[in-house]
């Protein structure tokens, strides 16, 4: 159900909120239990809805800049670069037509009940006559009064007399709450049709500078250096701008005419006042009223609402029973004082209440006027949408409150909605209306969480009503009641992606903050971590790439931590296209992937890489130690593989798991090794029982070895050790040790030569006994290791095959370490020595 656009279901049989089983509309006061306000301490609560449904999440895709955004109201917004094929077509300019019709669209409801009288516009001929000649010389003007002076009438009529000046007409704006930025792209909208393509910076820019409007601004509230943007930007339009005394002045380069609007002479007061009661005034009524203009210093907002005083005056003399049930002599009663009240002669207001009549006014309204006003005051000044006070105050005919409101002179237009007149919220807040304030914005936080989420609701009108959606928001964050922030993080996940689907992205980014502070405040990690993706898109969107890669790196930590993958997913895709578009390095937080790799969590293991691998040679730097290692590579991808386009897996954090896993492949080949240490010796044990393995190597080696821990006089040995050489197995299991010339040894040693340690013997002896090298004069180049042939199996340790003979490979030389380093240690890995056909590891 769209409370703006009522359809036909919203009488039907099945909405017991808006009419009877029977078709018939409900009476005032007659409200349905679904709809009835619950009293509550201090206040009343949210109606209850019922039991709701889940609704489709509503995906709006559309074009910003250069990107594609994709609102996804689940996961996260998801961006990407626009495909060529979906790149819009430039901007069409709107017509006469089609540009009168949207200011129609955008302009404020016609409050329900009878018309209001029309006002003449009095002592204004010479300002209204010197800004329409202004304008039409292309001078850009800055109107400034006091609030309830007139402006906006007076920008009503100059905005009629030049309707027909600029090629693209006027166009009306509204600066309340409003950057220079927002009113860029409201200018952009009302001059062009673009449908769901929002342009970047530079596209805007290039947009707004041909257009030539002259541009009614009312409500401004900036000035200095962001005025002087706003006028650089559009160079061919004509702006009118109505502003207040308070807001900054602009620069001395803007050359901006000044025109000054004070108040009404005394006989314009007293005229208005007759227009507004529609009558002469007595002597004593315009007596009052000379002593009012003395006090309001002319302000025509004050004789409106004065004659709006005189005309409840008027009914009460003519039927004392028209406020029945308010007790005159109460302190609300506007006429009361200490005389009594006979039905004919009722006294006039005090010069005080007159200057100030907002609390004396609302005394006289309906119970439901009585209670909007209570919920504006509630939302900082805001009126909601006369749509919505039938559910907002518990009254299907609420929604003509609006009308007793403005014919009061309590409301004033900002844009397409109203809000209290100026000094309004200040008078009824003293009088007592803001009492229950933070109940009543927490009703209107669950209203607008319900009706934001429904299907029917178009962004359109979301967007309308964008700031009471965010002063209601604002009451509530940050709360200490119980639930407040809650129902303000509710109202934020179902506000912001329609908020972004109808390009109001000031609003959008309004809602987002007080959507992350509210969900910090309750705890609600997931929903913080949301608003979080969702402020990184959109500073990625609106290019600040910096405040993009932070917000999205606090939103990828976050949905880690609660296993969230496909929110994890979003994230990391939008963060790597920061990093492709500011052309830094990929955040720690970006797992390196292709696409369709799994998703690696922070507390997951890292695991090896699984495929075809090849050999490969690394050296690992250590405090302490120098080792070779051999570790499996993973191969290059296939020509079908690569087809998908992956980026290189070795990014950022990567290069430290590399480092880790060929760490663990080290570690483990040293374990391997010290296994196999022992199951050859306990093999020697058995196959000499004569003596022991250390026996035999001392007998091989006893002619000529130097001792096994080093050259006696403390030099370090010269020789292969820091080469990085690796020694690969004999085809039969034994290992051969080669000379320094590459040739085996197999005589003596010189007396002055360093041996390696001893090579602990396999299974069956060697052919030769093992000598230690001789002393090279520099170190050899290292050789790739090449792959031994499988072990034999234990049927054929006594013959070997010719095979075996004749492919044995050529004896390299052992590896010599000093002492400091320890003995080098060759062997197989354990997982080799059980399969037999894996390359040695040696450390």
């Known amino acids: 159900m769209d409370p703006t656009h009522r359809g036909p279901e919203e009488y039907g049989r099945d909405n017991d909120g808006f009419g009877t089983p029977d078709g018939r509309r409900r009476p005032s006061g007659d409200v349905s239990p679904s709809s009835q306000l619950r009293s509550g301490r201090g206040g009343p609560v949210a109606p209850d809805f019922g039991q709701q ?28 670069l626009c495909p060529p094929g979906e790149q819009p077509d430039p901007p069409a300019r709107r017509t006469a037509a089609e540009r009168t019709d949207r200011e129609r669209a955008t302009a404020p409801p016609v409050p329900a009940g009878p018309p209001a009288p029309q006002l003449p516009l009095l002592e204004r001929a010479e300002e209204r006559e010197r800004l329409a000649r202004l304008l039409a010389r292309g001078h850009s003007v800055r109107l400034t009064g006091p609030a309830g002076s007139g402006r906006t009438a007076l920008l009503d009529a100059v905005a009629a007399d030049c309707a027909d000046l600029a090629p693209d007409g006027v166009v009306r704006l509204c600066g309340h709450k409003r950057t220079a930025t927002d009113l860029l792209y409201g200018l952009f909208e009302a001059v062009y049709e673009a449908p769901l393509h929002r342009p970047d910076r530079a596209g805007l820019l290039d947009s707004v500078r041909t257009i030539g409007a002259v541009v009614v601004l009312d409500d401004l509230e900036f000035g200095g250096a962001a005025l002087e943007e706003l006028l650089d930007a559009t160079p061919e339009c004509a702006f009118l701008f109505a502003t207040t005394p308070d807001v900054a002045a602009p620069t001395g380069d803007s050359h901006l005419e000044e025109v000054v609007l004070s108040g009404l002479g005394r006989g314009s007061s007293l005229e208005l006042l007759e227009n507004v009661v529609e009558r002469a005034l007595t002597d004593e009524e315009a007596n009052w009223a000379g002593d009012l203009w003395f006090e309001s210093e002319g302000l025509p907002l004050r004789f409106v609402q004065a004659g709006a005083l005189l005309r409840q005056r008027d009914m009460l003399r003519t039927d004392p029973e028209a406020y029945d049930g308010l007790d005159l002599r109460s302190t609300e009663a506007p006429f009361g004082h200490d ?18 009549p907002a609390a004396l006014l609302a005394s006289r309204l309906s119970g439901a006027a009585r209670d909007t006003l209570r919920f504006a005051v509630a939302l900082g000044g805001e009126v909601p949408h006369q749509a919505h006070l039938p559910a907002l105050v518990g009254d299907t005919h609420a929604d003509a409150a609006l009308g007793e409101l403005a014919g009061c002179g309590l409301l004033s237009p900002a844009g397409p909605r109203y809000r209290l007149a100026a000094g309004v919220a200040a008078q009824l807040a003293a ?110 969107c609106t290019g600040n790439p910096d405040r993009a890669r932070a917000e999205l790196e606090t939103s990828i930590s976050m949905r880690g931590a609660l296993a969230d993958k496909s929110g994890a997913v979003a994230g990391r895709r939008a963060l790597a296209l920061v990093a492709d578009r500011s052309g830094g390095s990929l955040p720690d937080v970006l797992a390196p992937m292709g696409d369709g790799a ?77 296994v196999v240490l022992g199951l050859n010796s306990g093999g020697d ?63 003596s040693a010189e007396p002055g030569d360093t041996p390696s340690s001893a090579a602990p013997s396999s299974g069956r002896p060697s052919s030769q006994p093992p000598t230690g090298p001789s002393r090279s004069p520099s170190p050899t180049k290292p050789t790739p290791t090449k792959p031994s042939s499988p072990p034999p199996s234990p049927s054929d340790t006594d013959s070997p095959s010719p095979t075996e003979t004749a492919t044995e490979p050529e004896p390299t030389e052992p590896d010599t370490s000093d002492s400091a380093s320890g003995p080098s240690l060759t062997s197989s890995s354990p997982a080799a020595a059980a399969s037999g056909d894996s390359g040695p590891i040696v450390v």
């Open 685 to 747: 044990a058995q196959g000499n029982p004569g003596g022991t393995s250390e026996d035999s190597v001392s007998q091989d080696d006893s002619g000529n070895e130097a001792p096994a821990d080093g050259p006696t006089d403390g030099s370090a040995p010269a020789g292969p050790a820091s080469s990085g050489v690796a020694v690969t197995p004999g085809s039969s299991g034994s290992e051969v040790t080669p000379s320094a010339s590459g040739t085996p040894s197999g005589g």
């Open 339 to 356: 005389e009594d009240i006979d039905g004919v002669h009722i006294p006039l207001p005090s010069l005080g209440e007159g200057a100030a």
């Open 598 to 674: 799994p998703v690696p969590w922070p507390d997951e293991p890292v695991r090896p890489p699984v495929g075809p691998t090849t050999g490969v040679t690394q050296t690992l730097s250590r405090p302490y130690e120098e080792a070779t290692a051999v570790m499996a590579r993973q191969s290059a991808p296939s020509a079908a593989g690569g087809a998908r386009g992956g980026r290189p897996a070795v990014l950022g954090k990567a290069r430290r798991n590399s480092v880790a896993v060929g760490a663990g492949v080290l570690l483990a080949g040293v374990l391997g090794t010290v």
């Open 431 to 540: 009088a007592g209306y803001d009492g229950d304030s933070t109940d009543r914005a927490r009703t209107a936080v669950q209203h607008y969480a319900w009706w934001a989420g429904h299907p029917s609701v178009t962004p359109a009108r979301v967007t309308a009503e964008a700031d009471a959606i965010v002063a209601a928001m604002a009451q509530l964050v940050p709360g200490e009641g119980a639930g407040q922030t809650s129902a303000a993080v509710l109202l934020a996940r179902s506000a912001s992606p329609v908020l972004a689907a109808g390009l109001h992205w000031g609003a959008w980014e309004r809602v987002l903050r007080l959507g992350q502070e509210a969900a910090r405040i309750a705890g609600e990690v997931a929903e913080e971590a949301y608003f979080h993706h969702e402020l990184g898109v959109l500073a990625l």
């Open 53 to 80: 449904t889940s609704q489709q999440a509503r995906v709006v895709r559309l074009i910003s800049g250069d990107y594609l955004l994709t609102v996804n109201p689940v996961d996260g917004s998801e961006v990407e």
